[in-house]
């Protein structure tokens, strides 16, 4: 499966035509509509809000967010931010509801400390991955986005961004960035192992447990990666170059995102003595 | 780009985010619109705290649009108190914030002078690399 992502960056990838196909497939317009829901579900907002849509593209899912009725705690008020010209030129068109900035989430986000609600992302941020210029990386474009989207958002504010990592090392590098800006974070999978796996990185300001987002829905397993990582600090601490200390060394690596190399029958084994 | 957005937007530079002279950000030679919207009640209470009043003081003033009270409302000035109904308050604070746009012009920080572009009420926030 080819993705954009490696063909162009995002403000070259949407051009007029490619904007205009992408906003007038239906296809794509209800897969993105199920996911905006999907994200509203989990930032479950009580009250009308101000939220930040970033990547919003031709405003599809921030049509949804105007359409809220007033007994789900709508109609929401949402700025968007998207780089691309064109796709904000197909959301004139479509003379949505919102402010939009055509601006790079990767620049930073331009809003005073405490100015939204919530925030939403839908297939957006693994853009921030790639680095188009060579005096850009992927981690500063990323710690500029989570920093400022951390300042803009009010304390106790949430995020959900739906996301598609190319693989695990995109996936463990955005949302440790996140938890280097301060964010309480998790990862909300549906439909895993499936060919149409979507990922939500749900966030909170203010650190602290996220699993409360996912709370009285059905068929959400939580598996807590804190409280695992606390209970081995718990645990008598193996002796030094033995096979448990190595196994624990090497999921510690992992976790961070460092490439680790498979494990073997001959991991952590003692070799033979040779005379 | 609703005089509401306005009240929230900064500089985009880096440099200029601790400065307190890169907010509001200054309104030149802007086209406005009128765009009329279903009124809120709740989202524009919701919003009243959150409001800089000095900063809508400056920019309304900028902008040319009539002079605003000293204070911000009070959120029990909003509804009238007779008959329960959005009161003249709500109504103003209503075509102010969120009928009130910015068509085109440009938006200047006071700190480090760059102009941002407005076109078709779109801001044009992108930044070339070495000035983020």
């Not at chain 1, 996301?163 to 995109?170: G, H, L």
């Not at chain 2, 920080?109 to 070339?128: D, R, T």
Request: hydrophobic share 35%; charged share 25%; aromatic share 6%.
């Amino acid at each position: 499966m080819s993705r954009p992502e490696d063909i162009l960056p995002p403000d070259l990838f949407y051009d007029d035509n490619e904007s205009r196909k992408y906003t007038t497939s239906s296809r794509i317009r209800s897969i993105q509509a199920s996911m905006t829901n999907r994200a509203l579900e989990l930032l479950d907002l009580q009250e009308p809000s101000m939220i930040l849509d970033l990547g919003c593209g031709s405003g599809l899912s921030g049509e949804i967010l105007s359409d809220v009725p007033e007994d789900e705690g709508g109609p929401h008020v949402w700025v968007g931010m998207d780089v691309s010209a064109s796709m904000l030129g197909q959301a004139l068109e479509r003379d949505v509801e919102g402010d939009m900035l055509l601006a790079d989430i990767g620049q930073g986000v331009p809003f005073r400390p405490g100015t939204f609600d919530a925030a939403i992302s839908i297939s957006a941020i693994q853009w921030l991955c790639n680095a188009e210029t060579s005096d850009v990386t992927p981690e500063a474009r990323l710690k500029l986005f989570f920093d400022g989207l951390y300042q803009s958002l009010k304390r106790g504010g949430k995020a959900v961004c739906q996301f598609y990592p190319k693989n695990t090392a995109q996936r463990t590098m955005i949302s440790q960035a996140a938890i280097k800006a301060g964010f309480g974070a998790g990862i909300l999978e549906d439909d895993p192992d499936t060919k149409s796996v979507k990922l939500y990185l749900v966030l909170s300001v203010g650190g602290g447990d996220v699993t409360g987002a996912v709370q009285g829905m059905d068929g959400v397993d939580v598996m807590d990666a804190r409280r695992q990582d606390r209970k081995r600090g718990r645990d008598v601490k193996s002796k030094k170059g033995s096979k448990a200390w190595i196994m624990n060394k090497k999921a510690q690596m992992e976790a961070k995102g460092k490439i680790v190399k498979s494990d073997s029958k001959y991991t952590g084994r003692k070799r033979k003595i040779a005379f | 780009m609703k005089v509401l957005t306005l009240n929230f937007l900064t500089c985009a530079r880096k440099t200029c985010k601790q400065n307190p002279a890169a907010f509001p950000l200054h309104p030149k030679e802007a086209e406005l619109e009128q765009i009329e919207t279903d009124i809120n009640p709740l989202f524009i209470q919701n919003m009243l705290p959150r409001l800089d009043w000095e900063a809508m003081k400056t920019v309304t003033n900028e902008l040319g649009l009539p002079n605003l009270p000293l204070e911000t409302p009070t959120a029990e000035a909003l509804v009238d108190e007779s008959s329960g109904e959005p009161s003249q308050t709500l109504k103003d604070l209503h075509s102010l914030l969120m009928e009130t746009s910015v068509a085109s012009g440009k938006l200047v920080c006071a700190n480090c002078g760059h102009e941002y572009a407005v076109k078709e009420g779109i801001a044009n926030f992108l930044l070339p690399s070495h000035m983020v």
